[in-house]
């Protein structure tokens, strides 16, 4: 057993549309903070945003959610959404350059 609680899990999501240039990372950053995540988001070259998140269900539903909107501003297209096992690496949600 790694000491990762039962209840945590890990997303990855790949967000497509305006997503760069709106805030969507610190916006990202604010909410995964809320909601207690750990993890990391950052901007693509291809333009994308991309996210790593750990915590409960609860709150990686919720980030999931909003990041089918994301920030006043962006045009989201398409969330790619993919379920992993946690790992327990994170201490805390940052950006990541």
Not at 21 to 36: K, T
Not at 70 to 77: E, R
Not at 79 to 91: C, K, M, P, R, W
């Amino acid at each position: 057993m790694s000491g990762q609680p039962s209840a945590a899990r890990r997303v990855r999501l790949r967000i497509t549309g305006r997503v760069q240039g709106v805030g969507f990372r610190y916006s990202a950053l604010v909410e995964a903070q809320r909601l207690g995540l750990r993890g990391w988001v950052c901007n693509t070259a291809n333009g994308a945003v991309e996210l790593l998140a750990e915590g409960d269900e609860y709150g990686l539903r919720h980030l999931v959610t909003w990041c089918h909107s994301g920030p006043p501003g962006a045009m989201v297209k398409a969330v790619d959404l993919e379920s992993l096992a946690a790992t327990g690496e994170f201490i805390d949600f940052r950006i990541r350059r």
